[in-house]
T-cell receptor, first 114, second 117 residues
Framework: GAGVSQTPSNKVTEKGKYVELRCDPI?????LYWYRQSLGQGPEFLIY????????DSGLPNDRFFAVRPEGSVSTLKIQRTERGDSAVYLC????????????FGSGTRLTVV | AQTVTQSQPEMSVQEAETVTLSCTYD???????LFWYKQPPSRQMILVIR??????QNATENRFSVNFQKAAKSFSLKISDSQLGDTAMYFC??????????????FGKGTKLSVIP
């Protein structure tokens, strides 16, 4: 696609529920990144995919968070047993591996846990 | 590890005037990139300007320019002839040019800029 697409745009869920956030990167971009932006903060790195594999998941806060990219394109960020502290905007970005200048962000998913 | 500090949570400027947003950073890396991103209410992070640390010349993009002081680890953004469409959050960000973290951006907390008609 022309840009990085994230769905849903907004998600409200109850504490304890499971949620999935989807990212559709720019066609041909082999690298994909997830960031979390809490209220009043800058985005913080969560995980980086190179192709299908997670090259660095050191930013995931705990084992309730998991992300996959099974075919090297679309990625899904999964959050189990959501907590109110998980409320944030989750941003996805993609880039060409050898051209970090192509780093492009989506518009994010605003997750609200009530 | 890198840190990026933006000490101005909010700023305002009259339309057509000039404003400067401040950013300082701390790193042990010798080669890196610095960025300013704009985040309007649409939430998408939009790249405004980029500076390569090995270049002494300050980057310029139309009305946007930077003052990069490598020794002081300072990277300010100047917006000239401010327009209403410049109203947004502005984030300073850092990325090493090589190594394990070269794909990862480290952001400051942002400055909310309001352009007043």
């Amino acid at each position: 696609g022309a840009g990085v697409s994230q769905t849903p745009s907004n998600k409200v869920t109850e504490k304890g529920k499971y949620v999935e956030l989807r990212c559709d990167p720019i066609s041909g971009h082999t690298a994909l990144y997830w960031y979390r932006q809490s209220l009043g903060q800058g985005p913080e790195f969560l995980i980086y995919f190179q192709g299908t594999g997670a090259a660095d998941d050191s930013g995931l806060p705990n084992d309730r968070f998991f992300a996959v990219r099974p075919e090297g394109s679309v990625s899904t960020l999964k959050i189990q047993r959501t907590e109110r502290g998980d409320s944030a905007v989750y941003l996805c970005a993609s880039s060409l591996t050898r051209d970090r200048d192509s780093y492009t962000f989506g518009s994010g998913t605003r997750l609200t846990v009530v | 590890a890198q840190t990026v500090t933006q000490s101005q949570p909010e700023m305002s400027v009259q339309e057509a005037e000039t404003v400067t947003l401040s950013c300082t950073y701390d790193t042990s890396e010798s080669n890196y990139y610095l960025f300013w991103y704009k985040q309007p209410p649409s939430r998408q992070m939009i790249l405004v300007i980029r500076q390569e640390a090995y270049k002494q010349q300050n980057a310029t993009e139309n009305r946007f320019s930077v003052n990069f002081q490598k020794a002081a680890k300072s990277f300010s953004l100047k917006i000239s002839d401010s327009q209403l469409g410049d109203t947004a959050m502005y984030f300073c960000a850092f990325r090493p040019t090589s190594g394990a973290g070269s794909y990862q951006l480290t952001f400051g907390k942002g400055t909310k800029l309001s352009v007043i008609p």
